[in-house]
Nanobody, 118 residues
């Protein structure tokens, strides 16, 4: 059974930083890294959007809106992917979801709220 457990959300002032964590279990972590593991977010009234992803083993991709501010990384020993978020802006406020792909299936975490106050 695949589980993605997120942590690290919260309330922060604009310009601040947060680090999200997503602990994955149920499938060999390398499979997630090859197929894609990363973060999406959904703000109220908006569609869920890709924030950052690791795929192909080590290739990273970012939404244009977060390039240079957010950084995705992973710890294979801990089966965990991280999202370091710096210089946060009010428009980054959203529920952040961990996503992992394997064998043609998308797996999702429960989501963690990030709120950035101005």
């Amino acid at each position: 059974q695949v589980q993605l457990v997120e942590s690290g959300g919260g309330l922060v002032q604009a310009g601040g930083s947060l680090r999200l964590s997503c602990a994955a279990s149920g499938i060999t972590f390398t499979i997630f890294r090859i197929n894609g593991i990363g973060w999406y977010r959904q703000a109220p009234g908006k569609q869920r959007e890709l924030v950052a992803v690791i795929s192909g083993g080590a290739t990273t991709n970012y939404a244009d809106s977060v390039k240079g501010r957010f950084f995705i990384s992973s710890d294979n020993a801990k089966n965990t992917v991280y999202l370091q978020m710096n210089n946060l802006k009010p428009e980054d406020t959203a529920v952040y979801y961990c996503n992992a792909k394997a064998f043609g299936t998308d797996y999702w975490g429960q989501g963690t709220q990030v709120t950035v106050s101005s």
